[in-house]
Structures are given as C-alpha cells and as structure tokens.
C-alpha cells in the first residue's frame, strides 16, 4: 500500500512574497532551474544523515527532477502547497515522482518559503510537527526511507523549497 505524507510549512515567510516577477534591476539569475542543483543535494544528503541516526539517505536524481519541477511550479504561479495547484489532472507530489522514473511506496513531502541556507531549511522541516502530530507518522528521520530529493526556486525571501523522501517500491 502507497502512502503520501504531505505537509506545508510556513515558517520564514516574509511581507516581500510575490512570484516569478523578473522586473527587478540586477543580474540576471536563473530563479526556476531546469534541472536539479546535485551540488546542493550532496551537502543537503551530508546535513540529513548528520542527523538521521543511521539509515542513511541518498540522493535519487529523478526525485531530484521532481521537486525541482514542484519548486518551479510554485514559484512561478505564486503558491505554497504541497499539491499542484490548478493542475487538471490533480496530479500530487507522488504522481511527479512517478512520472520522473521513481517507484515508490512511502513518501514524504514538505514545502518551505523563505530564504534559508541549506542548515535552517533543515532545521525548518524537521521542526514542521510531520512527526506524530494529526495522526501522521512518518518523519525526515523514519529509517524506511532511502532515497530523497531537495529543490528551491527563487530568491531572497521568495524561496521555494521543496523535500521529498521516499522508500523505493
């Protein structure tokens, strides 16, 4: 049986919130990457088991296509939410990682805004109450998942970042 853990955070958000608006002077930065930041991802997969206690996680480049497809979503049409907003197909968080080439049979996805570095976006989702409250029970330290992916889009305070977890089906 699949399950879906999905939870929102809206830790760090600022008054400055406000989309893909690419008006602003300064240099040009690419604010909704076409591909996954694997760099980011390997110091991200260093902070995770840091703090996992065993059962080390590892990077999974088609989660990482997925997330970074979320982040871009939500960035681009101005929305925090773990589903995708306007889509026809009401299509989640598991669909994208299955259509990226993952089979999964656990996940877990929060969502972030604001601006972090890689060690307070860490602290963020750890600290979002996935963890036994409402009656969920899977956390970013559950020992069943195996792989992960992490993404953001934007910038300054309008980041968004996505996480997934996932055990492989």
Request: charge should be negative.
């Amino acid at each position: 049986m699949k399950r879906i853990l999905s939870v929102v955070a809206l830790f760090g958000l600022s008054a400055c919130m406000g989309g893909g608006d690419s008006s602003s002077s300064g240099p040009s930065v690419d604010l909704t990457p076409d591909a996954p930041d694997v760099a980011m991802n390997m110091q991200f997969e260093t902070l995770l088991n840091g703090m996992r206690m065993g059962n080390d996680v590892t990077y999974d480049s088609d989660i990482g296509r997925a997330v970074q497809d979320h982040a871009n979503d939500m960035f681009e049409r101005d929305y925090l939410s773990v589903s995708i907003q306007g889509d026809p197909m009401n299509r989640d968080i598991g669909d994208l990682v299955t259509a990226a080439g993952y089979t999964w049979s656990e996940i877990l996805q929060l969502v972030e805004q604001g601006e972090f570095t890689l060690d307070e976006v860490l602290a963020e989702f750890d600290n979002t109450g996935a963890c036994g409250g409402g009656g969920q029970d899977l956390c970013i330290d559950d020992e069943l998942f195996e792989n992960f992916g992490i993404a953001k889009a934007g910038s300054g305070s309008d980041q968004k970042w996505v996480l997934v977890l996932a055990s492989p089906g």
